[in-house]
């Protein structure tokens, strides 16, 4: 049985899978949803994105060729330019489109880096633990900065930069919750607790059963978040 609705191939627990379907969530819309498991890759995922890493986006129709996106920023922003009811993108504000633009190439490209690094220490033996730590901190720092400053990344309200980056956050804080919640970020560590709690970050955590061919489709959001 197919559908209309848009195919996205996801995996419940990467964080870039994460912000994506936040992201849709958010933005109203229904995808047909695809649960992955990374060491079984389905081969229409693989087919349809050599690469093998979750999320893929695959977008059809009568009317227009196969299109796929493989990057978890284009498909948070291809969702939310569909619909954007609570305004994440900012698109009328063009200082805070930098803003959040800067915070997200720092989140994906230098504190994913390091917090890869502190997570799985034991592979990267020329440093102790803590010293990839302290390079997340350099990031951890800014964004308590800002935190204490207002509400949200990038201001008072909710915008993409914090859908995109709260994952992380999160991934980082479970590597070592003691640490995280005694060191002295507690403006963060707010913030993140409001993420968690959010019956939007509840909702798109819901367990799935690895996608099979012969499923049935699977829509996601499948209730109102």
Same mark, same amino acid.
């Given at each position: ?14 964080? *870039?899978?994460?912000?994506? @379907? ?9 995808? /047909?949803?695809? %649960? $992955?498991? &990374? ?78 690094? *502190?997570?799985?220490?034991? @592979? ?9 730590? /302290?390079?997340? %901190? $350099?990031? &951890? ?85």
């Amino acid at each position: 049985m197919k559908t209309n609705h848009p195919i996205l191939y996801s995996f419940r627990r990467c964080p *870039y899978a994460i912000r994506t @379907r936040l992201a849709i969530a958010g933005s109203g819309l229904v995808v /047909e949803l695809r %649960e $992955v498991v &990374l060491k079984d890759k389905p081969a229409t995922m693989l087919e349809a994105s050599p690469k093998g890493t979750v999320p893929v986006l695959v977008l059809s129709s009568s009317t227009q060729e196969r299109r796929v996106i493989d990057e978890s920023r284009d498909i948070m922003r291809w969702a939310l330019r569909q619909s954007d009811p609570y305004n994440w993108l900012c698109s009328d504000d063009p200082d805070l489109l930098w803003q959040i633009e800067g915070l997200i190439q720092e989140n994906d490209f230098v504190f994913k880096q390091h917090l890869d690094r *502190y997570k799985y220490f034991e @592979r990267h033996p020329s440093h102790p633990q803590s010293y990839y730590r /302290e390079q997340c %901190e $350099v990031t &951890l720092v800014k964004l308590e900065r800002l935190l204490q400053q207002h509400n949200f990344l990038a201001g008072e309200n909710c915008s993409l930069a914090d859908i995109a980056i709260f994952p992380f956050i999160r991934q980082f804080a479970h590597v070592d919750r003691n640490w995280f919640y005694s060191a002295p970020y507690t403006a963060l560590q707010r913030w993140l607790d409001h993420h968690l709690e959010s019956t939007l970050f509840t909702g798109v955590m819901t367990k799935y059963p690895q996608w099979k061919e012969a499923d049935k489709p699977c829509l996601f959001p499948d209730k109102q978040i």
